[in-house]
């Protein structure tokens, strides 16, 4: 019965069947159909030895195509956790050896291809037992108003929403978030917090990545690099800002503790708020650092005859 139905799909989908076909399906759905000429070293009927480039270039194609990532385990909006999914790839040995049994049998088959399972970095048993102990915070404030700027806070802090750094990890904020770019949905920010003088699309991101830089500090994690705008901005106390931008400056650090620590990351409001928890049996050494100002920052219009890189 499955035979038949497979061979009158792919009489609908024009494919030729031969007498000697082997038909690849993933899941049940067609893939590719062969024949032993075209996996022969010399493609005519009779031809005694495989193709080994011909396989391997076959396999590669199938692997690509079989290939599904997986998806890590995360916390929802309404603070349940979302299962993991598992991934595939395709068994290629198992696969090349399926094949070569093929060629020198000749006999017609129906093949489910092999694959293995990809496995998630983050499972829910993971997500659960890190999402327990608040190791460090910070909260900064901004115009919701400023349609642009509040906008790409948003996209930013949504990239980092629910990231796990393992121990010894390091952590990149370019890396994570991205380049900042209107295809992405970032848009040009025609006002900016004074300070930030060099913002243009992506405009706000410095405010991300300060925030980030400070629940970080406060959970004792080691900074490996970090820079501080020319001038200073009104969104955090002097000297407790992170400026960063895709062909320059990165904020990074590295988690040195014994456990993963989970970031959670919302803006709400004028509220940009960051979390860092972990393992309730963490041992970690948090560092006690100044609060951001409650007062909105003061906003400016940028000088339109200048140009403005992107962030």
């Known amino acids: 019965m499955l035979q038949t139905f497979i061979l009158t799909l792919l009489l609908g989908l024009n494919v030729p069947v031969q007498s000697d076909n082997l038909i690849l399906l993933n899941k049940g759905i067609p893939l590719t159909h062969l024949t032993r ?37 995360y916390i929802g909006q309404n603070g ?14 198992e696969l090349s050896v399926q094949l070569i049994q093929y060629f020198f049998e000749g006999k017609p088959r129906i093949l489910e291809v092999p694959v ?25 404030y901004f115009n919701s108003g400023n349609r642009e700027r509040a ?26 978030v991205g380049k900042r770019t209107t295809e992405r949905g970032y848009l040009k920010a025609p006002i900016i917090v004074r300070g930030e003088l060099s913002e243009g699309i992506g405009g706000g991101i410095c405010q991300v990545s300060s925030t980030l830089f400070n629940a970080a500090d406060n959970a004792g994690l080691k900074i490996i690099q970090r820079y501080s705008h020319t001038k200073a901005v009104t969104y955090v106390p002097p000297g407790r800002d992170a400026t960063v931008s895709w062909y320059g400056p990165d904020f990074v650090f590295k988690n040195m503790y014994s456990q993963p620590i989970l970031i959670r990351a919302r803006s709400l409001g004028s509220q940009l708020s960051v979390s860092l928890y972990s393992a309730e049996y963490i041992n970690f050494k948090p560092k006690s650092i100044p609060g951001a100002p409650a007062i909105l920052p003061k906003e400016i219009m940028f000088d339109k005859t200048k140009k403005q890189p992107e962030n």
């Open 37 to 73: 000429e075209k996996l022969s070293l010399i493609p005519e009927p009779g031809a005694a030895f495989p193709d080994t480039a011909r396989l391997e270039e076959l396999v590669d194609d199938l692997d690509e195509r079989v290939a599904q990532a997986p998806a890590d385990a």
């Open 80 to 93: 349940s956790i979302m299962p993991e999914k598992l991934g595939q790839k395709l068994d290629k040995k």
């Open 116 to 140: 293995q399972p990809v496995y998630p970095r983050v499972d829910s048993e993971m997500l659960d037992s890190i999402n327990t102990m608040l190791i460090g915070r910070y909260t900064t």
């Open 151 to 176: 906008n790409n806070i948003a996209l930013a802090t949504e990239s980092l929403n629910n990231k796990v750094i393992f121990p010894g990890e390091t952590f990149s904020f370019n890396k994570i």
